[in-house]
């Protein structure tokens, strides 16, 4: 049978993107890719990339604080000017979706800038009622907030919304205590908004390791955001032209300009016509794939957050790039989604991780951890008590190191590094046979000599040893 494409992807962010040009460029094949909104997705348009130059304008205060404690008596951040930076923003994002666009183009990939569904097997159908046949179809669609389904709902504000508000909120709620509510109340207070953030459970960051939480609890209560714990919205009501009244579950009630929900992320693959094609969907909505990204019916694959393995952008364009050179290249590639490192980019301390939670350790078995918490000499010396934290998790008996957790300034940039020995395997003592970068944050790293404690197995918590 004849097709009009051998591959068409349907969503041009970072897992399309990457699987449409590999496929196109190093393999020859015909492809074509549908997008209904701007080339780039998630991660270039709404997510990661304006929300890290967000954290970047949010450092202005910290930094001149910071500055007058290195003897700059007259530095000041001043206030912010939210239409110069939305300005230069969206003129950044213009260069990158022109980039991604661009590099599709140059691969010989077709662009369809609308919506499509898949009506059989090998076709699609696009909103402008365009059917296309296809050999294969990805599907690289992503997520979308999730809203926690209280009335009023549709006053709040999603991410999303966030990069292209016309002004900043005076006073704002955030809810929610994952990546993006920790993220983005961190912003808005750097940039100026009085911040209040409410999280229903006792620390943020759930599935972290708890200890790491309890420092980025404190952090967030340091930068001055008003953390309520144990605390959710159950309705929002329109109070006055601009602002919104939200009752919260304990049946207190306040007046906030701006609330936005960073509840979660959901699978998008509502009204893609997957049901009616029998493509089988897990509890959330995400595609169930094989191992090789392959969904139930042979000719679809899916990678990316519609799959809700693990939702990074990395970890998308590995799949998307695993998958054109498993179907087009005859080099079967599959993902491991195994010591996936990540970063919470709070601010002064990122958190980033790798590996396992002390908790999983201690579930697992015998470990030993160690763990270093200092106040690092530049912001000491510029008058911060804040302290940064690691922590490495040391099986008992393999010397194995299974997991490494860094609560410091740019500690993003050094869990990528730590990902590098910890996925060859290193144990404890190559890491101490690294020679110490002095004077540096990371060198704690190799020159941690005894453990703090013992978990999992009989001896925990008997060998409590300062290091
Ligand atoms: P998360 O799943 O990380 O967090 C969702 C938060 O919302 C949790 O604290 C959850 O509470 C809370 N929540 C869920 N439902 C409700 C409800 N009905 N009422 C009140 N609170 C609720 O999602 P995010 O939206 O923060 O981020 C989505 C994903 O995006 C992340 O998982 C991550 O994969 C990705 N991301 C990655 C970033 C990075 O790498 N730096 C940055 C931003 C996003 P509870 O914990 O109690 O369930």
Not at 352 to 357: E, K, Q, S, Y
């Amino acid at each position: 049978m004849n097709f009009d494409y051998d591959l068409f992807v349907i969503g041009g962010g970072s897992g399309g993107v990457r699987a449409a040009r590999i496929a196109a460029s190093e393999y020859g094949v015909h492809v074509g890719l549908a997008e209904e909104s701007r080339m780039g997705g998630t991660c270039v348009i709404r997510g990661c990339v304006p929300k890290k130059l967000m954290i970047f304008a949010s450092q202005a205060g910290a930094m001149a604080a910071e500055s007058r404690g290195y003897g700059w008596p007259e530095a000041q951040s001043g206030d912010f000017d939210w239409p110069h930076f939305h300005h230069k923003l969206e003129r950044e994002l213009d260069r990158l979706e022109g980039a991604y666009t661009g590099g599709l183009q140059g691969a010989g990939v077709d662009i369809h800038k609308q919506r499509a569904r898949i009506l059989d097997a090998h076709t699609v159908e696009l909103a402008d009622g365009q059917r296309i046949t296809a050999k294969h179809i990805l599907i690289a669609v992503g997520g979308r907030p999730q809203l926690p389904g209280i009335p009023g709902q549709e006053l709040g504000m999603i991410s999303d919304d966030l990069f292209t508000m016309e002004r900043l909120p005076g006073r704002v709620l955030v809810v929610g205590g994952g990546f993006i509510a920790c993220e983005f109340a961190t912003i808005l207070k750097g940039l100026g908004s009085d911040t209040v953030l409410a999280y229903r459970g006792d620390a943020v960051l759930r599935g972290f390791d708890d200890e790491m939480r309890r420092h980025v609890t404190e952090q967030l209560r340091m930068i001055g955001v008003d953390l309520r714990l144990g605390a959710a919205p159950e309705r929002l009501d329109r109070e006055g032209a601009s602002s919104v009244r939200v009752t919260f579950k304990d049946g207190s009630s306040e007046v906030f300009e701006a609330v936005m929900f960073a509840t979660g992320r959901a699978p998008y693959t509502q009204g893609l016509g997957l049901e009616e094609l029998g493509v089988k969907l897990g509890r959330k909505g995400e595609i169930v794939v094989d191992e090789w990204s392959q969904t139930s019916v042979p000719s679809i694959y899916a990678v990316g957050d519609v799959t809700d393995r693990v939702n990074l952008t990395p970890v998308a364009i590995r799949e998307g790039h695993s998958f054109a050179d498993t179907v087009f290249g005859a080099k079967p590639r599959k993902v491991d989604h195994s010591l996936v490192a990540s970063a919470v980019y709070t601010r002064p301390h990122e958190l980033a991780t790798v590996g396992l939670t002390e908790e999983q350790a201690a579930a697992r078995g015998p470990a030993d951890v160690y763990v270093a918490s200092f106040r690092p000499m530049r912001s000491l010396f510029g008058g911060s008590e804040v302290r940064a934290v690691m922590k490495l998790i040391v099986e008992t008996g393999t010397d194995k190191v299974l997991g490494c957790h860094i609560f410091g300034p740019e500690a993003g940039e050094m869990i990528q590094m730590v990902a590098i020995p910890m996925g060859m395997g290193a144990t404890k003592a190559d890491f101490d046979a690294a020679m110490a970068v002095h004077p540096t944050l990371a060198e704690e790293l190799v020159t941690m000599r005894k453990p703090t404690r013992r978990i999992g197995g009989d001896n925990a918590d008997k060998a409590v040893v300062s290091a």
